[in-house]
């Protein structure tokens, strides 16, 4: 059997005295579509932040594709295979959406494979395509999200994160990310989605871990969490 | 108004001397919203640098041939405090409150002038700097080029258009640009975002060497405290320009040289002002536009709003 992609075990982070992961472990396998589903202030985000060295975790370790990536910088992890869409999108306001994209590829210097990796996000978003010389600040919420998600997959992730990828979104753009999600899914591009929106992301996942301040309290198979009667009052919103 | 060419042309060569400071201090604050108040400091350093290599030239050299390694000799001494500024000084202070690199600033920019005073041969009062000998440039009858002034009005153009080119088309500059609007997604991106701080001091302390030489060959002398008014001066060019925008820092150096420049000029004739004009208070005058423009456009005049930034 080969080890996970990801292997997250312990991990503890906290801000200051507040410890917002109070040891949690999970794995994600190549392939794979992984879910951290669960409120605000779970913890999700926090646990994506440490896994791309924005934070330093207090205690636990982190292996991804066979070599420890705790206390890694930022700065070298997406050298790792490892890309991030951070949540609230974060894409560069007053920089095109070409030179966006550029970004996502900073770190490669295979020109061809840049080029063409271009092509593939502006077939995936033809809106990018039709706008690249746009500052991406002038762009629709919906918009930026493809873009954040297209600049993560310039790097040619072995891990692609995504971090509350339907936030604020109107359903129709909500779907459409959704769809493009299960679109990199069935491609073969291993995903860690984060999501407030539960049905959708535990539709799309192979694995589901349902976070509760802090820690994981429950995890399953999509399907199985989807159908989970304490998950359907919680999260799903049913009775 | 026969007066007007004249007052452009020289206002205009103190303006981009001014702006080639104001990129110092817009530079750094628009990647680590840091105002380095230490930046005069960085100038009269740069200017000592210069002097140190024109002492050291054999008598022989003329003026010309030695200012290209002044202009190095100044960076080399400017880039080298202005890192390691960056890196002893307010380095360790990132995520600390604000007041407390303000204050490292304020601190640091004391200790160098003091360092300057009681080490650099002869320095507790002025030096004497080189300047090019003759009779001012005619451009037409009545208006005139110093020739020390020619330096600045050539340098400053080519500094800006390198550092334009730079930012908008090297894959540093564009790093540089995704720092200053986002660190923390830069660093996802794989930029090493304490390399382009470091940059950022440094191309600040180059710039800050340029404006050296240029106000010792205006002035015919530097002095350890010839930071102060200098840098005070460029930060408010920095302010009116919009900080953190590197055109808005060389437009607000030349707004307010052209208006320090008029206001000397102008304001005498002003009936019942006649008493407010003169070289005296032209430094009032160039504070008084800095806080009318604060009034009218808190931005600048090429700053971004606020909301833009989130």
Not at chain 2, 144 to 162: E, I, K, T
Not at chain 2, 242 to 249: H, P, S, V
Request: glycine letters at 12%.
């Amino acid at each position: 059997m080969t080890a996970p992609l990801l292997e997250v075990e312990d991990l503890r982070v906290a801000y200051g005295k507040i410890e917002a992961v109070k040891g949690i472990s999970f794995t994600v396998e190549a392939g794979q579509v992984v879910t951290l589903v669960g409120t605000n202030g779970a913890g999700k985000t926090t646990t994506l932040r440490t896994l791309s060295g924005l934070l330093t975790p207090l205690a636990g370790t982190i292996r991804f594709d066979g070599r420890p990536l705790t206390g890694v910088p930022a700065h070298q992890v997406v050298a790792r295979g490892l890309a991030h869409s951070p949540e609230g999108r974060h894409i560069f306001p007053r920089l095109t959406i070409a030179e966006n994209l550029q970004l996502g590829a900073f770190l490669r210097k295979d020109t061809d494979g840049i080029a063409q990796d271009t092509r593939r996000v502006y077939e995936l978003f033809p809106i990018l395509g039709e706008r690249a010389r746009q500052a991406a600040g002038t762009l629709s919420g919906g918009e930026q999200q493809m873009l954040a998600m297209g600049r993560a997959l310039m790097s040619r992730p072995k891990l692609l994160m995504l971090d509350e990828p339907s936030m604020g979104l109107s359903p129709i753009m909500m779907q459409k990310i959704m769809d493009t999600i299960a679109e990199l899914k069935a491609s073969g591009t291993t995903i860690l989605l984060v999501e407030q929106n539960a049905r959708a992301a535990l539709s799309l996942a192979d694995r589901g871990h349902v976070m509760e301040i802090g820690r994981i309290v429950l995890s399953g198979t999509g399907a199985e969490l989807l159908h989970d009667e304490s998950v359907r009052k919680a999260y799903l919103g049913e009775d | 108004m026969h007066e007007l060419p004249q007052t452009l042309v020289s206002g205009l060569a103190l303006g981009t001397l001014y702006g080639l400071i104001a990129i110092g201090y817009t530079m750094v604050y628009g990647i680590v919203q840091l105002i380095n108040f230490a930046h005069g400091e960085i100038v009269m350093i740069g200017g000592f640098g210069a002097l140190t290599i024109w002492l050291w030239l054999p008598d022989s050299v003329p003026l010309t041939a030695a200012l290209p390694l002044m202009l190095l000799g100044g960076a080399l001494a400017s880039v080298a405090v202005a890192t390691a500024a960056e890196r002893f000084a307010y380095r360790p202070l990132r995520g600390a409150p604000r007041l407390a690199p303000l204050i490292t600033a304020i601190g640091l920019s004391i200790a160098l002038q003091q360092l300057v005073w009681a080490f650099y041969p002869d320095a507790k009062k002025s030096r004497s700097f080189p300047q090019f000998h003759g009779d001012a440039f005619e451009i037409t009858g009545s208006v005139h080029l110093q020739r020390d002034d020619l330096f600045v009005l050539v340098a400053a153009p080519l500094c800006m258009l390198a550092l334009g080119l730079f930012v908008a088309r090297s894959r540093t500059g564009r790093a540089m640009q995704a720092t200053a609007q986002d660190p923390d997604t830069a660093r996802l991106m794989g930029i090493d975002t304490d390399r382009i701080i470091v940059l950022a001091f440094a191309i600040g302390g180059a710039f800050a060497a340029v404006a050296a030489v240029a106000t010792g060959l205006r002035a015919g002398q530097i002095n350890f405290e010839m930071g102060f008014v200098l840098g005070l001066k460029a930060f408010t060019a920095a302010v009116l320009g919009g900080i953190g925008n590197i055109y808005g820092a060389m437009l607000g150096g030349v707004v307010l040289g052209i208006a320090e420049t008029a206001s000397t000029t102008y304001i005498q004739h002003i009936p019942g002002m006649q008493q407010l004009g003169g070289g005296g208070w032209k430094d009032v005058w160039a504070f008084v536009l800095l806080i009318v423009v604060l009034l009218v456009r808190p931005q600048g005049l090429l700053g971004e709003r606020v909301a833009d930034r989130a």
